[in-house]
């Protein structure tokens, strides 16, 4: 959600994605129940990076490797600055149980965020990024 409105500084964007989180549709003309997905950061970077306008597939695919580097790369690095000076707070559940702990901010150093599922996790890397 921090990157959507990094991007667009749309909070009806970010409200949609908001809305998605433990979101199920539920239809009772095929009587089934599925659980939606969030949008995670690469789904926003691809809703944005994608023109889906432009119909030569060349053209697409260096259109959205351009918007990576000018907007997408920028993009994640504020969302990564102002969690490492403390300006948005995150919380998470230290080894994925227990109780949700805030993540000091010298901690995001030593993190890499990857997406699961539509969700965001931030695992711990050694001095490599590994």
């Given at each position: 959600?921090?990157?959507?409105?990094?991007?667009?500084?749309?909070?009806?964007?970010?409200?949609?994605?908001?809305?998605?989180?433990?979101?199920?549709?539920?239809?009772?003309?095929?009587?089934?129940?599925?659980?939606?997905?969030?949008?995670?950061?690469?789904?926003?970077?691809?809703?944005?990076?994608?023109?889906?306008?432009?119909?030569?597939?060349?053209?697409?695919?260096?259109?959205?490797?351009?918007?990576?580097?000018l907007k997408g790369i920028p993009a994640r690095r504020e969302v990564y600055d102002a969690l490492k000076q403390g300006e948005l707070e995150a919380r998470s559940r230290r080894n994925g149980r227990g109780d949700l702990v805030v993540?000091?901010?010298?901690?995001?150093?030593?993190?890499?965020?990857?997406?699961?599922?539509?969700?965001?996790?931030?695992?711990?890397?050694?001095?490599?990024?590994?």
């Open positions: 959600m921090v990157l959507e409105w990094v991007l667009s500084r749309d909070m009806q964007a970010v409200l949609a994605i908001a809305a998605d989180h433990g979101a199920v549709e539920v239809d009772t003309v095929a009587k089934t129940v599925m659980e939606i997905r969030p949008a995670s950061m690469r789904d926003v970077e691809r809703t944005h990076a994608i023109d889906e306008a432009i119909s030569d597939q060349e053209e697409k695919i260096a259109r959205a490797i351009v918007w990576s580097d993540i000091e901010r010298d901690q995001w150093l030593s993190l890499k965020f990857y997406s699961v599922e539509g969700h965001e996790l931030a695992l711990p890397v050694d001095i490599n990024g590994q």
